[in-house]
């Protein structure tokens, strides 16, 4: 299956895969290209919140309208946010005879050594002139696999939230695609990646194992596109994750014996909420249990979300599982005062959810400060604040 390996120079270009698909050794190779999802609406209903001003996070939209500075240390490009804050991209699968795939991220490279960074990024917010790819002096040996192989890595997809989001999806494309493929290439390293990908047929023996030391060459490489812009789901992407865990036959009818959960992040390393007993007693009395997720299976997740009607947590891959909740689930989340992220107030929106939001205790970055790398900090509530935040969304009036 795999044969000799070859040294490969590191690329010299970027393109997006459809600009590469009108050059002419893509069509000297036969590469072929179809759109098999179109673009949608992304629903942006505001959150609530017990702030006087929506954080600008929220206001992402009227924030680059009005071109306002945003201080970050990281090379954002803005333009393609702005572009798909309310309408996801078209998706697409595309062939390519001899493609490769390197790195943990399924980096997609082409017979002429140029990187495909719409379906590589390394983060899709990145400039593209910025991709690893083309800064390394050498690729790894490169090995020839005489199978078609489908790329499902995609960066952060150890990350619950993306393997969820932006890697699951690219499955629906290939069916959409009706394109099979003998191999996968996934960056594969938890319980919950061979969960979802035994329920979608796929065998350990069909994996190749994706690190940054493996640079292969296929002989027909499936690339799906990604699904949309890194925080911005779209509705179709939802749908395929919650099919896949909520099968019918697999759906308990009725209520759960649980009002609502509470995500706990006590056994997460960072992020956790300090004074999160005092939190749980006083969220006990209104039929709010805390949950603890790292020994659940995604399909028990999936069950439990589906039934109950509160989900309470501090911002974390958690709160992935509200793909799975009912219409109208009041949701309610916690950040720290340096790190906010509207990306669970956008599927909520996609799931027509109640979304609600506060953020913790001490000093707030000055407005318009991206202060990502400070996401790890423990969160510290006013529980007088959460005791208003919840008469406010009236989680406190039990039925």
Not at 63 to 76: A, D, Q, R, Y
Not at 94 to 120: K, M
Not at 142 to 168: C, E, G, I, P, R
Not at 364 to 374: C, G, K, N, S, V
């Amino acid at each position: 299956m795999i044969s000799n390996q070859n040294f490969v120079g590191p690329p010299w270009e970027y393109m997006t895969t459809e600009k590469w698909m009108e050059t002419e050794e893509a069509r000297t190779k036969g590469a072929s290209y179809q759109r098999v999802e179109r673009g949608e609406e992304i629903p942006r209903c505001p959150p609530r919140s017990l702030e006087k001003s929506l954080h600008w996070k929220f206001r992402l939209d009227d924030v680059l309208l009005k071109g306002e500075t945003i201080v970050t240390e990281s090379p954002l490009n803005w333009s393609l946010l702005k572009k798909h804050l309310h309408y996801s991209p078209d998706c697409f699968v595309a062939t390519i005879p001899q493609g490769r795939l390197w790195g943990i991220n399924g980096t997609v490279l082409t017979p002429d050594n140029i990187v495909l960074y719409d379906v590589s990024a390394e983060s899709q917010l990145y400039e593209p002139s910025c991709h690893q790819a083309l800064a390394i002096p050498q690729l790894p040996p490169m090995a020839k696999v005489d199978q078609t192989v489908a790329v499902l890595a995609t960066s952060y997809s150890d990350n619950y939230y993306h393997w969820t989001f932006d890697a699951l999806p690219r499955l629906y494309l290939l069916q959409q695609g009706k394109l099979k493929a003998d191999k996968y290439y996934v960056d594969l390293r938890y319980s919950y990646q061979e969960e979802a990908l035994q329920r979608a047929g796929i065998g350990k023996e069909q994996i190749i194992y994706g690190t940054d030391q493996v640079h292969i060459e296929a002989k027909q490489l499936i690339v799906p596109s990604l699904p949309g812009l890194w925080g911005f789901m779209p509705k179709w992407a939802c749908q395929f994750v919650r099919s896949l865990y909520l099968r019918p036959e697999e759906v308990v009818m009725g209520k759960s014996h649980l009002r609502g959960v509470y995500i706990s992040r006590a056994r997460a390393p960072w992020r956790k909420v300090i004074n999160e007993k005092e939190l749980i007693e006083l969220l006990l009395p209104l039929g709010i249990r805390p949950l603890y997720l790292e020994h659940l299976s995604v399909a028990d997740q999936a069950r439990l979300f589906s039934q109950v009607d509160v989900v309470i947590a501090p911002h974390g891959a958690g709160l992935v599982n509200l793909v799975f909740a009912r219409a109208g689930t009041k949701v309610l989340e916690f950040f720290g005062p340096n790190y906010v992220q509207g990306i669970y107030w956008t599927l909520s929106n996609q799931l027509q959810l109640e979304y609600y939001y506060m953020i913790g205790e001490g000093k707030r970055p000055p407005e318009y400060h991206d202060t990502f790398q400070i996401h790890s900090e423990d969160i510290l509530l006013d529980l007088n604040k959460v005791k208003e935040l919840l008469r406010f969304s009236g989680i406190d009036q039990r039925n």
